[in-house]
């Protein structure tokens, strides 16, 4: 079996590697290392999940200068020698901590810029100087346009997932960075799909590049060690589902992709609250609270991520077993890079989608463009046997951990009930005379006229008021 040593590659990135336990290349890092070591532009196409970061990673690392070199002082001081493209904040700081494993003992700096972020903290490590430079597009932007970014001395660039920086509408920007870098750079350009535009892209940019396509097209970049589930479920009855999902055999990381935001992180809350360790990750969270929240998952201090499809293409973390579409994806390209978050790295993963009775004509179309055999989702509710069946799930399992809450009143009210004053009860009972007149019950002591005297066998009379009618006008009366 072929090693990064017999490919060329240099022998203290190959010691950092086998540090981590990588050794033996994949087959899209096997292809690409021989060419892209020359200096060759190319063209690389494989699925997500296959070990592309170090198939442009090791050549970009090992094609620059390192600082204990002797001809580093000749090297226009601070000016970074490399710059890679990527369209999302997570893929940039997966990429740049890639990097940073495989150049450790070589020394090169590494820096990843990237917006939500205040500006200082990127602009002082580009003043005392920087070799590698990993970030998104509008950023890249900003630093260039303020002077503090020259990025007109690289030896090459990189595009990692071109086709994603195309649908964000990042093009217009990637050609102005392509505009600032000297026309002699080595350009690498990498995607899972290759359309028309980024076709253009290459042919405009690219001198002579080198095709390499691990893969042709959509129905064999399914991770083939991945087995897919479709149910049609109800949407009141998903949380529970995947409540019970998360006990089933095997069952080690999770991430739960939704449409929405606001979508994420209602399950977020809803699982969380059933018992399981979850954190959402979606645009409204502050970048510090995104980080934070995937070192966590990482870290395995979560078992849950809820995302959206902005942080789909930068999740690349060990130990995800399964990947559930909590809504079915728009395209199939969605679908296939929701799914590619399991079965990384030759690994065997679980991916299971949800489709609601609305989206049955979107997932036929993903169906047929993927040539799947379901065609038709079966109908599946948390306490069909197929589901506990298919998933190994123990019978009997409940999707909630942990009991629930028990609902308590308000502190204020509380407070109101405590503090209110007892009053004495009052005997409401009444009784109706024949005028149509109530009075007290015998308890009350009646309001008497004129009162007897002490010790007379005389009753005291009672004055029985009536009631007259209003007497008539004066005239009338005449």
């Known amino acids: 079996m072929t090693t990064f040593r017999e490919l060329g590659v240099d022998p203290e990135i190959c010691d950092a590697l086998e540090r981590a336990g990588i050794t033996t290349p994949f087959a899209i890092q096997e292809m690409t290392l021989s060419v892209a070591l020359l200096g060759t532009d190319l063209i690389g196409q494989a699925r997500t999940g296959t070990g592309k970061t170090l198939a442009f990673g090791i050549p970009v690392m090992q094609r620059s200068i390192a600082p204990k070199d002797p001809a ?6 601070g000016k970074p020698q490399a710059l890679i493209v990527a369209p999302t904040r997570e893929l940039a700081l997966q990429v740049s901590g890639d990097l940073h494993l495989a150049s450790k003992d070589r020394g090169l700096r590494v820096l990843t810029v990237y917006g939500g972020v205040p500006y200082e903290q990127q602009l002082d490590a580009l003043t005392a100087g920087v070799d590698i430079v990993v970030g998104t597009p509008g950023r890249l932007i900003d630093l260039c346009n303020r002077r503090a970014l020259d990025i007109s001395h690289v030896h090459a660039l990189v595009l990692d997932e071109a086709d994603e920086m195309l649908d964000l509408g990042f093009l217009p920007d990637v050609e102005k960075l392509l505009g600032m870098t000297p026309e002699t750079r080595q350009t690498m350009l990498f995607s899972a799909t290759m359309p028309a535009a980024i076709v253009s892209l290459a042919r405009t940019h690219m001198r002579h590049p080198m095709n390499i396509r691990a893969e042709s097209s959509y129905d064999t970049q399914l991770v083939p060690a991945t087995a897919q589930f479709i149910y049609q479920a109800h ?6 589902i995947i409540g019970r999902i998360l006990q089933a055999e ?11 935001k606001r979508q994420a992180q209602r399950v977020a809350d809803d699982l969380a609250e059933r018992g399981f360790k979850t954190a959402p990750l979606h645009g409204d969270m502050a970048q510090v609270a995104r980080e934070k929240a995937l070192t966590r998952f990482r870290e395995d201090k979560l ?10 293409r930068g999740i ?36 299971i989608t949800f489709v609601d009775w609305a989206d049955l004509a979107r997932w036929k179309m993903i169906n047929k463009a993927l040539d799947l055999p379901f065609e038709d989702p079966q109908e599946t509710y948390s306490t069909s046997e197929h589901l506990f069946h298919d998933l190994g799930i123990a019978p009997g399992t409940k999707g909630r951990i942990v009991d629930p809450a028990p609902v308590e009143r308000p ?36 309001v008497t006229g004129d009162a007897a005297p002490a010790g007379s066998d005389r009753p005291a009379s009672t004055r029985n008021r009536r009631r007259r009618r209003p007497s008539k006008p004066a005239a009338e009366s005449a």
């Open 250 to 260: 095997d069952a080690d990381k999770f991430i739960v992709f939704t449409r929405t």
């Open 303 to 312: 078992r849950v991520l809820v995302a959206t499809d902005v942080a789909a």
């Open 235 to 240: 949407d009141l009855d998903k949380p529970e």
């Open 316 to 351: 690349d973390v060990q130990g995800v077993s399964h990947v559930i579409n909590y809504t079915c994806p728009e395209d199939e390209k969605t679908y296939i890079h929701r799914i590619g978050r399991t079965g990384r790295a030759g690994a065997s993963g679980i991916a």
């Open 411 to 446: 502190a204020r009210e509380r407070a109101e009930r405590t503090e209110r004053p007892e009053r004495p009860a009052r005997n409401r009972s009444r009784r109706r005379t024949r005028g149509g007149e109530t009075s007290a019950a015998p308890a009350v002591e009646a």
């Open 72 to 77: 580093y002082a000749e090297l226009p001081q």
